[in-house]
């Protein structure tokens, strides 16, 4: 190679290397989009399969859901409360029993584990043996049972006498019923045996076997004393009704006249035995009940008992695990209600004065019982500790002429849940009369200290006639700074053909204005709705319930409730089937107020727009589902009842169980994890990305040095 050929030779090199690198570059490039395409590629593969298929894993302790926040609530009040309560599950802990009780006693043991991590002031109490239970029983509730022992106690001493008293009687018949001139007499002899018998045999062998029985039940572990006393005092009875018939005079006759020489001469000394078992029989009867003591009637096989400080309540498996209807393979279903089983046990046994709701409307037929359309939420209150009532201020039978019972339950300490459901057929004619007795009687009710939470319909124009164009309610609203237009409902543009869309007043709230009432409920679906009878004329629909620009003096109030703030969604006061176009000219765009709480003085008040709010078909919406492998009932619109109850606790004073409820969320929560779940998710929380982002790097390096 010539000098003059050097810089060419280097100057190509140099032009090689150029192309070279710029030759990796252009490979690398598009491996590097082929990489991030793969990637996403896949991710997207993932993300399609875990939608097609809805897979779900819950790795949290023994797959069961956690406590739900009412729950939760609850403990915090029982752990203040000082009180110790045991929990102790009858269900059988080995697979030698029958598989579906193996598989529910799992389950409960999983729940009852959740209650004892959750409260200090619980504890599993897992007795050796059915006899070691009873002892412990016997120990805790022994006091309460001490009237029922010292009445029992009593009765060895008072058999003793009675039986030497009939033994000595006995003894002065006798050589009567021997004597020769009595033997002449067949007839006598036999009336001599017969009160022979009666007096030395029945009086005494029923009073010997019955002092055997009781020493017999008074030597148990736990004696089921209520059972005993009542055995006692019906066999007493039936002695006592003996000697009445021989002391009675009327009854000489059907004897001969040597029996009614006897009898007249020693039936004054039965007088006393019959004032003695007679007062003995009463102080049997008068005993005071014992509910703990029905544990021992109530104790079987699959339940629960829940001891506390002063009562017992046995959960039976009926109230655990309620029959679904169905089968899964020919293996018949169950939903688990545990959690609700314990809390209205503990409720009982926390807050033992019972506050009573009362349901009032001006239709007189039932609502609450049987297949009444609010049953389901009655139910629910007396799971929750309230005493539940009905009212109307209209008799049952108005062509009776018969005056309406008085309310069963008014003033302090008690909630009216007045539903405003419209009067139909003859009864409409007499809406202004009914309107104007109710409302009388809502006054009295909130005058005396009494609370009520009120479930407002829209009332048409068309039915303002009735009422002298009044709208129902108003004036005793208004006084606690609440402003109903119940002239307006609240609808939403739904499509209901191909060319054609209505405003129905149907839709569904996740989100509420912050309260007391509402804060537990977020994101949970409240529904509302009205229906459509007859026509073109929408009755008990939501309508519009807000605050007065100025509140009246000693009054707090707030919305606790709106419905969406969409364009599909507003409040009209159309007297037809609403268009599906808003107008505003007519009518009230949204957000639109369907719901206030108020309180003046000792009173509160919670208006909500929507009478339907907590009828048996929205609350029984829904469909079932496994959780923690269990069917579970998924509520469609949990927000009705937890929006209910929610009220009806701020109603009763008791904030501090303002909670979301376990059936409102029990798709909602998982279950606490364990130590170890909490360090391999925390492992892979942390190392998880920190591990992808070296893959990733790996990946490109080996793409570049390929290159």
Excluded at 42 to 58: A, P
Excluded at 147 to 154: A, I, M, R, T
Excluded at 467 to 473: K, V
Excluded at 638 to 662: D, R, T
């Amino acid at each position: 190679m010539t000098e003059s050929e050097q810089p060419k030779s280097t100057s190509d090199a140099t032009h090689h290397s150029a192309l070279a690198a710029s030759d990796r570059l252009w490979r690398y490039g598009p491996n590097t989009i082929i990489l991030v395409i793969a990637v996403v590629a896949i991710v997207g593969l993932v993300d399609w399969l875990s939608v097609k298929y809805n897979y779900t894993r819950d790795c949290t302790t023994g797959g069961i859901y956690s406590l739900s926040p009412r729950t939760k609530s609850l403990l915090k009040q029982l752990d203040k409360s000082g009180g110790k309560y045991q929990i102790v599950s009858l269900y059988p802990g080995d697979a030698s029993a029958d598989q579906t009780e193996y598989e529910q006693g799992l389950k409960v043991q999983q729940l009852i584990h959740e209650y004892t991590r959750a409260s200090s002031h619980i504890k599993q109490f897992k007795p050796r043996s059915h006899a070691a239970l009873l002892r412990a029983l016997r120990s805790r509730f022994g006091n309460s049972f001490a009237p029922y022992k010292q009445v029992v106690d009593e009765f060895p001493a008072l058999a003793g006498q009675l039986n030497a008293f009939f033994k000595a009687q006995g003894a002065s018949i006798k050589p009567l019923e021997t004597n020769p001139a009595a033997a002449a007499n067949q007839e006598q002899a036999q009336n001599f045996a017969q009160l022979d018998d009666f007096i030395r045999h029945d009086m005494g062998r029923t009073l010997r076997h019955l002092n055997k029985s009781v020493k017999q039940a008074t030597a148990s572990t736990l004696p089921d004393w209520p059972g005993l006393t009542t055995a006692m005092a019906h066999t007493l009875d039936r002695a006592k009704q003996n000697l009445e018939f021989i002391t009675d005079n009327a009854n000489y006759s059907q004897y001969g006249p040597a029996v009614r020489a006897w009898l007249k001469i020693h039936a004054p000394a039965f007088k006393k035995p019959l004032a003695r078992i007679s007062a003995y029989v009463t102080k049997l009867q008068t005993l005071k009940p014992v509910k703990s003591s029905q544990v021992l009637a109530d104790l079987s096989a699959d339940c629960i008992v829940l001891m506390g400080p002063h009562h017992i309540k046995v959960l039976h498996r009926s109230r655990i695990f309620v029959p679904e209807g169905g089968s899964l393979g020919g293996k018949p279903q169950y939903l688990f209600k545990g959690e609700q089983a314990i809390n209205a046990a503990l409720l009982a046994m926390v807050h033992k004065q019972k506050t009573k709701v009362v349901f009032v409307s001006i239709d007189p037929d039932t609502l609450i019982t049987g297949q009444g359309p609010f049953s389901s939420i009655a139910q629910a209150l007396r799971r929750n500790n309230f005493k539940v009532y009905e009212w109307s201020p209209m008799p049952a039978n108005p062509q009776m002429q018969q005056p309406p019972a008085p309310p069963p339950a008014i003033g302090k300490g008690v909630i009216w849940v007045i539903i405003d459901l419209p009067p139909g057929g003859q009864q409409s004619m007499m809406a202004g009369m009914m309107y104007a007795a109710l409302q009388g009687q809502i006054k009295r009710q909130l005058a005396q200290g009494g609370n009520a939470l009120f479930l407002l319909g829209n009332m048409p124009e068309q039915l303002l006639m009735a009422t002298q164009g009044q709208i129902p309610f108003k004036p005793t609203l208004a006084a606690y700074g609440v402003r109903l237009r119940s002239t307006y409902m609240i609808v939403q543009r739904t499509q209901v053909s191909r060319h054609r869309w209505l405003g129905l007043p149907r839709f569904s709230i996740t989100s509420y204005p912050k309260s007391v009432i509402t804060d537990p409920i977020q994101s949970l679906t409240s529904h509302f709705e009205g229906i459509l009878p007859q026509g073109d004329l929408f009755l008990m629909a939501p309508t519009w319930v807000g605050l007065l620009k100025h509140l009246p003096a000693g009054v707090s109030a707030r919305v606790i409730l709106q419905s969406p703030a969409r364009a599909s969604i507003w409040a009209t006061s159309a007297t037809g089937l609403p268009s599906g176009t808003f107008d505003p000219s007519t009518d009230i765009k949204s957000p639109i107020p369907m719901g206030v709480m108020a309180q003046k003085a000792a009173s509160r008040i919670v208006v909500i727009d929507s009478p339907l709010l907590v009828q048996n078909a929205i609350l029984q919406a829904g469909g079932l589902s496994l959780a923690g492998g269990q069917p579970t009932f998924i509520a469609a619109y949990p927000g009705n009842q937890q929006l209910f109850m929610n009220s009806i606790y701020w109603l009763a004073h008791q904030s501090h169980l303002i909670a979301v409820s376990p059936r409102a969320t029990v798709a909602l929560r998982i279950g606490e994890m364990s130590p170890a779940e909490e360090t391999m998710s925390r492992f892979f929380s942390f190392l998880g990305p920190a591990f992808l982002a070296i893959v990733a790097g790996f990946s490109v390096y080996l793409v570049r040095r390929r290159v």
